[in-house]
């Protein structure tokens, strides 16, 4: 049975890998951080929490990695832990950096000294691009990375850091670049859960109201579940390379606000507001990603189309605002 040690295994993606993983038989281990309400921790791996080991751990506390990593001896590590909010980390850009750049090199040493042989997952961003798009507007591997916020600049750093301990150490080490993926379990101050979330609030006439901020930046959005698979896939394969991942399609915030509000029968231009208080310090205004490589080599492609993930997102908070709450 083979081992998986995810870090970050209460968020969106580490719920998820952790379920898809399961379904491929292996042995999960992940790490939660100490939080003052623990329910808060633990609400997403509500379908698997019996059959996973949990760890109280931080990137930034290097004894408790590398306890865990002696202790459990993983084959894969996927690296999911992060400060993940781009706006917030305009707020707090010192931790950010320290968990997103720091923290992948604590976790990628221990792993040199401790599991060499591991084969090592960075869950690198789409955010790295920033304001860079090729002529044929897609961004690519080969693309230049020119990121406009503390969140893109700590992934960079990340991303380089695990290709140099590729080179360096003949380390199995790779960086998948995810472009946006959201899902019912996405956190609810991103733009989707935001925008679906207070849909259905108006829908029901608990809300009149919804505030956003730029509605005119385009994002490449997928299905947090289709990602995941892709994870697995790019680690496992035979060679340690980096691959984007991504719907090859581009939307902007307001079509998807138009989307959503369609689906639940309103119109969103009679309740969407902007409030510049969640406009960015620098915005990333247009995403597309290119992932032929990963459907080329990984023969991965996504299942989930745009307006299917957004229907799934309302679906799922009708059914909590209505008191039918399960967890998809
Ligand atoms: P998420 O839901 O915010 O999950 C992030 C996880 O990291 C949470 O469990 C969080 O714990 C944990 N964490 C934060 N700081 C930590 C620290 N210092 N030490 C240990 N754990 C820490 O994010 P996600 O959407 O699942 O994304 C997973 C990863 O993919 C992240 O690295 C993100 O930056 C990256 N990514 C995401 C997307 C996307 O669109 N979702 C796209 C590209 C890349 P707490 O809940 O306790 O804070
Ligand atoms: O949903 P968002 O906050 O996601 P963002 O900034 O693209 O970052 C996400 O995707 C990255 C991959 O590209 C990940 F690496 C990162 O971890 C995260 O998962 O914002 C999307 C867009 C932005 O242009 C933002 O300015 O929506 C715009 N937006 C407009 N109004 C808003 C709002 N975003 C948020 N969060 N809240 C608003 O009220």
Redesign the pocket.
Known sequence: MKKAFI????????SYLAEHLLNLGYDVHG???R?SVPEN?SYRLGKVESNIHTYY????DQTSIEKLLMQIKPDEVY???????VRISFDIPQFTV???AI?VINLIDACRRIVPDVKFYQ?????MFGLSVESDAFQRESTIMNPTSPYGCA?VFGYNIVRHYRRAYNMHACNGI?????SPR??SNFVTNKVVKEACRIKLGLEDRLELGNMDSYRDWGH?KDYVKAMHLIVNHSEAEDFIVSTMETHSVREMCDVVFKYLGLDYRDYVHQNPIFLRPEELPYLRGDSSKARKLLNWKPEYTFEQLMYEMCDHWMDVFQGKESLR
């Open positions: 870090t970050g295994i209460n968020g969106q993606d580490g790490t939660i951080r939080n921790q751990a931080d990137l930034l690296n999911l832990a992060a400060q993940s909010h320290q968990t997103n923290g869950a690198s961003s789409s955010e992934k995810l472009f946006n993926h959201e996405r956190g947090s």
